[in-house]
């Protein structure tokens, strides 16, 4: 059974830094997309950052220039360093991998943005 861990979230001021990391429990072999979504409160789930099978990043246009994801296909791990963070920042980040069929997710890290 594939198990996604996330860690690195927190709490930081306004304008601050935080690395979220993921780290699959077992190796996948096929992976389609690796990413990290959000849910700020009383809100749906939107996509952040993702790496399809290629290389191909794309972002969420409200973290262009301050987010950027990076993986290791072969430690099945996925980064995602954000920088310049601001208060509307402040969601449940999650981990995806999304292999043929089905996609794993994360249980979640809280990520704080004081003003």
């Known amino acids: 059974q594939v198990r996604l861990a996330e860690s690195g979230g927190g709490l930081v001021q306004d304008g601050g830094s935080l690395r979220l990391s993921c780290t699959a429990s077992?190796?996948?072999?096929?992976?389609?997309?690796m990413g990290w979504y959000r849910r700020a409160p009383g809100q749906q789930r939107e996509l952040v950052a993702k790496i399809i099978r290629g290389g191909s990043r794309s972002y969420a246009d409200s973290v262009k220039g301050r987010f950027t994801i990076s993986t290791d296909n072969a430690k099945n791990t996925v980064d995602l360093q954000m920088n310049s963070l601001k208060p509307e920042d402040t969601a449940v980040y999650y981990c995806?991998?999304?292999?043929?069929?089905?996609?794993?997710w994360g249980q979640g890290t809280q990520v704080t943005v004081s003003s």
């Open positions: 995806n991998i999304a292999v043929p069929g089905f996609d794993y």
């Open positions: 077992v190796r996948i072999r096929i992976i389609n997309s």
